[in-house]
């Protein structure tokens, strides 16, 4: 019998290194994660990933995730860039439920 993968339950939210717990993740890995975004550029980021997806292949563009991860690997660069030294975060595999105190 084929073993199921690992799913993903954990949010998005700031987080203290000393709370970081869980095992490293498989590089290249897709996982499924909820996030909330703008309706506004949800909206023109599905409008563009459909448009270039059936019209224009040459893009590169076939699903949502291929415009959301490039931009967000970009983001998270000049992030690493401007305030960790230019050198990735301390990993972290699995984070907390809800916001953090001070956002609430």
Same mark, same amino acid.
């Given at each position: 019998?084929?073993?199921?993968? +690992? ?22 890995r897709r ?8 309706q506004e ?16 292949p040459e ?20 992030? +690493? ?8 975060? +301390? ?14």
């Open positions: 019998m084929a073993q199921q993968p +690992e799913l993903d339950h954990g949010e998005d939210v700031s987080l203290h290194a000393d709370q970081a717990t869980g095992r490293s993740r498989v590089a290249g996982v499924q994660r909820t996030v909330n975004f703008d550029v949800l909206d023109r980021a599905r409008a563009a990933a459909a448009h270039l997806a059936t019209h224009t893009a590169g563009v076939r699903s949502l995730a291929d415009i959301v991860n490039p931009a967000v690997a970009e983001r998270v660069a000049e992030l +690493e860039e401007r305030f960790n030294s230019g050198q990735p975060f +301390e990993p972290v595999f699995r984070l907390p439920a809800g916001r953090p105190r001070e956002w609430q």
